[in-house]
């Protein structure tokens, strides 16, 4: 039978955790399967194991759960290196893949059965050399700002489509007595918001950006479409539309405070609509979605994430366990159970795997911008294989009045010269 241990990895007790977690990896039958500590992540993962078990009950998956964020990524890049790793395991695609050395630490998955299911914008954002070496773990998501629709409906607010109109509405939100921008920074990771869901808008005014910014040959802080998300995040801080408690409120808090109105906007990946559905499923229908405005009403699109991956460690001790594990996520019977565990929360990237019918307003508002005719972009890090990885501390002090927009973006500029000089890319 399947058993379920959640460890938690962080702090001064990751040694030994790495340790262990090697050890373990030696039992027959036995996988570990190592995934971040976002609640619609457990959620997922938990109900996998227990349906996998039904049909495979001679093999048994421990879970563990690691943090987000920058000590996430060092916990992830710790672990492989030490050949420690989790026989399975949930982390970014994109260029923080890139970052991994999948070619070295990881399974090549290019050969199975299920990759033909699979749409080929994914499999580029977890390709290496040759070969493909992830699976999708969730649907598509798009970055923007979630809302909360009875503080919209109260104030006769509408849906803004340029920034000028996002600002109205925060300014209306705030003069009502209500919190109009929700920020979470105990939680590092989600002060990125503003600059990363900007990019179509960067897009929309530099359609080649990403090869220049790749090459070296655009800067965030030097062009005045990519300043601009940081500019943005400057301006919602010193009109003080946040939370008071800002700097210690959490993703969990966030995602409550915009489901249940304690805030009007929370800026987000819409992977949090599973969050909502699993810590507050009465609130679902009240939280909407739109793509964060650029500074045109003309130009209204949305950034769009591939959805993390799941990997195999080139070192696991059960690799045919692991493969076969890794198939039943992406077939329908595993995006099945991702359904009913935490909900629609947007477009699956393999074929046969739908969303429920029944879906919530969040969904419903993303739709649209993937629909022929619709207007959505990839984020940056999908285009281009830098990026540093200080951003979310600089967003931070942005975001905290600490730095200003400027003085961030060219910060950040300078982490992405580091970063862009590890990977070997010409031009750094």
């Given at each position: 039978?399947?058993?379920?241990?959640?460890?938690?990895?962080?702090?001064?007790?990751?040694?030994?955790?790495?340790?262990?977690?090697?050890?373990?990896?030696?039992q027959?039958?036995?996988?570990?399967?190592?995934?971040?500590?976002?609640p619609?992540?457990?959620?997922?993962?938990?109900?996998?194991?227990e349906?996998?078990?039904q049909?495979?009950p001679?093999?048994?998956?421990?879970?563990?759960?690691?943090?987000?964020?920058?000590?996430?990524?060092?916990?992830?890049?710790?672990?492989?290196?030490?050949?420690?790793?989790?026989?399975?395991?949930?982390?970014?695609?994109?260029?923080l893949?890139?970052?991994i050395?999948?070619?070295?630490?990881?399974?090549?998955?290019?050969?199975?059965?299920?990759?033909?299911?699979?749409?080929?914008?994914?499999?580029?954002?977890v390709?290496?050399g040759?070969?493909?070496?992830?699976?999708?773990?969730a649907?598509?998501?798009?970055?923007?700002?979630?809302?909360?629709i009875?503080?919209y409906?109260?104030?006769?607010?509408d849906?803004?489509?340029?920034?000028?109109?996002?600002?109205?509405?925060?300014a209306?939100i705030k003069?009502?007595g209500?919190?109009?921008?929700?920020?979470?920074?105990?939680?590092?990771?989600?002060?990125?918001l503003?600059?990363?869901?900007?990019?179509?808008?960067?897009l929309a005014?530099v359609p080649?950006?990403?090869?220049?910014y790749?090459?070296?040959?655009?800067?965030?802080?030097t062009?005045?479409?990519?300043?601009?998300?940081?500019?943005k995040?400057?301006?919602?801080?010193?009109?003080g539309?946040?939370?008071?408690?800002?700097?210690?409120?959490?993703?969990?808090?966030?995602?409550?405070?915009?489901?249940?109105g304690?805030g009007?906007?929370y800026?987000?990946?819409?992977?949090?609509?599973?969050?909502?559905?699993?810590?507050?499923?009465?609130?679902?229908?009240?939280?909407g979605?739109?793509?964060q405005?650029?500074?045109?009403?003309?130009s209204?699109g949305?950034?769009?994430w591939?959805?993390d991956?799941?990997?195999?460690?080139?070192?696991?001790?059960?690799?045919?366990?692991?493969?076969?594990?890794?198939?039943?996520?992406?077939?329908p019977?595993?995006?099945e159970?991702?359904?009913?565990?935490?909900?629609?929360?947007?477009?699956?990237?393999?074929d046969?795997?739908v969303?429920?019918?029944?879906?919530p307003?969040?969904?419903?508002?993303?739709?649209?911008?993937?629909?022929?005719?619709g207007?959505?972009?990839?984020?940056?890090?999908?285009?281009?294989?830098v990026?540093?990885?200080?951003?979310?501390?600089?967003?931070?002090?942005?975001?905290?009045?600490?730095?200003?927009?400027?003085?961030?973006?060219?910060?950040?500029?300078?982490?992405?010269?580091?970063?862009?000089?590890?990977?070997?890319?010409?031009?750094?």
């Open positions: 039978m399947i058993k379920t241990r959640i460890a938690a990895l962080a702090g001064a007790s990751t040694l030994g955790l790495l340790l262990t977690a090697g050890a373990v990896q030696a027959s039958g036995h996988l570990t399967f190592l995934v971040d500590n976002g619609q992540s457990i959620a997922v993962a938990e109900a996998l194991v349906a996998y078990a049909v495979n001679d093999v048994s998956i421990d879970v563990e759960v690691r943090p987000g964020g920058g000590e996430g990524d060092n916990i992830v890049k710790t672990r492989l290196a030490t050949g420690a790793m989790a026989d399975v395991f949930l982390y970014n695609s994109g260029s893949f890139q970052a050395n999948p070619q070295q630490n990881l399974m090549p998955l290019t050969g199975e059965d299920w990759q033909e299911r699979v749409q080929d914008s994914f499999k580029r954002v390709t290496a040759e070969d493909v070496y992830g699976a999708p773990w649907p598509a998501m798009g970055g923007g700002i979630f809302y909360n009875p503080i409906e109260e104030l006769g607010l849906i803004p489509r340029s920034w000028e109109a996002f600002m109205a509405n925060n209306a003069a009502a209500k919190v109009a921008v929700i920020q979470t920074y105990a939680d590092t990771w989600t002060s990125q503003f600059v990363l869901a900007d990019f179509y808008n960067v005014e080649d950006f990403a090869e220049k790749t090459a070296n040959e655009a800067k965030f802080a062009t005045p479409a990519a300043l601009r998300g940081f500019e995040l400057q301006e919602v801080a010193e009109a539309y946040f939370n008071e408690d800002f700097g210690a409120a959490t993703y969990a808090d966030g995602v409550r405070m915009v489901a249940t304690e009007a906007h800026p987000m990946l819409t992977f949090a609509i599973g969050a909502i559905a699993e810590t507050a499923p009465e609130n679902l229908d009240d939280v979605f739109f793509a405005p650029g500074d045109s009403a003309d209204n949305l950034t769009v591939m959805p991956s799941v990997y195999i460690a080139a070192n696991s001790a059960n690799p045919d366990a692991a493969r076969a594990f890794v198939a039943f996520m992406v077939s019977e595993g995006c159970v991702r359904n009913q565990a935490v909900g629609a929360t947007g477009p699956y990237m393999v046969g795997c969303p429920p019918t029944d879906i307003p969040s969904v419903a508002d993303m739709l649209p911008y993937f629909e022929a005719g207007n959505n972009a990839p984020a940056l890090e999908f285009l281009s294989p990026k540093g990885p200080a951003l979310e501390q600089i967003t931070v002090e942005v975001g905290t009045l600490i730095r200003s927009a400027a003085d961030g973006a060219a910060l950040y500029d300078e982490d992405v010269r580091k970063q862009a000089q590890q990977l070997g890319l010409p031009g750094w």
